[in-house]
């Protein structure tokens, strides 16, 4: 079973739009969850990255929640571009793993004008 | 531009084909991975590297499989007798090597199998 799920697996939303995707894990214990924004063709670029004692972590529009007793995060996007139509995966890391990342599947974000 | 670059960004190679791909990781960044992601899916791990030194290589890396970096800079992945299951995109990514930092990637070299 995949230790990282994801939902929705994608999404379409209109630009000016917010929209929050979810991230369930099992994996435990962990060191740190990040997410990261993957445009089609290219390699994923780093969102948010944090550790299990945070809750919220901001980068400009995109902020990421942890709630470590239920096992979710949240990425949330503030009033969308369409600049942000990509793939967006969370990422957990085992403690103890370095960077050996256990990737979710993503949600395919497209923010239409 | 000073960020993680691979080479080449696409291959296409016929059944039993070897095929080699570089990746010049950031100049100071002393941890190099590799990662295989087919469409639709996120990025599995393939093996990384701390310097030159080899030190952890996940299960889908196959015998066909190998990858080096001889002097602890660029690294190259190649495959051997290559097969259809093998067309994938594959990043390359480097770091400092601390736990918590973030992992820069480069564009990847998508291959396919014909």
């Known amino acids: 079973k995949n230790q990282v799920e994801q939902s929705p697996q994608s999404l379409i939303i209109l630009e000016g739009k917010n929209c929050t995707l979810q991230c369930n894990y099992t994996v435990s214990p962990f060191s740190n969850l990040r997410w990261y924004k993957q445009d089609t063709g290219r390699g994923p670029v780093s969102l948010t990255i944090m550790t299990f004692s945070e809750n919220t972590k901001s980068n400009g529009r995109y902020t990421a929640t942890l709630d470590a007793d239920t096992k979710q995060s949240s990425l949330h996007i503030t009033a969308s571009q369409l600049s942000d139509s990509a793939s967006y995966i969370c990422?957990?890391?085992?403690?103890?793993?370095?960077?050996?990342?256990?990737f979710g599947g993503g949600t395919r974000v497209l923010v239409k004008p | 531009d000073t960020g993680v670059s691979q080479d080449p960004r696409h291959k296409i190679t016929k059944r039993g084909q070897n095929v080699t791909f570089r990746c010049d990781p950031i100049?100071?960044?002393?941890?190099l991975y590799w990662y295989r992601q087919t469409l639709g899916q996120g990025p599995e791990f393939l093996t990384y590297f701390q310097n030159e030194a080899q030190l952890e290589k996940s299960r889908l890396l196959s015998d066909r499989f190998s990858a080096e970096r001889p002097k602890g800079s660029f690294s190259t992945l190649e495959i051997q007798r290559t097969e259809q299951g093998d067309s994938a995109m594959y990043l390359c990514?480097?770091?400092?090597?601390?736990?918590?930092?973030?992992?820069?990637f480069g564009s990847g070299t998508q291959l396919s199998v014909l």
């Open positions: 100049s100071e960044h002393n941890r």
């Open positions: 990422v957990v890391i085992p403690r103890a793993a370095g960077n050996k990342l256990t």
């Open positions: 990514a480097s770091s400092l090597g601390r736990e918590d930092e973030k992992l820069f």
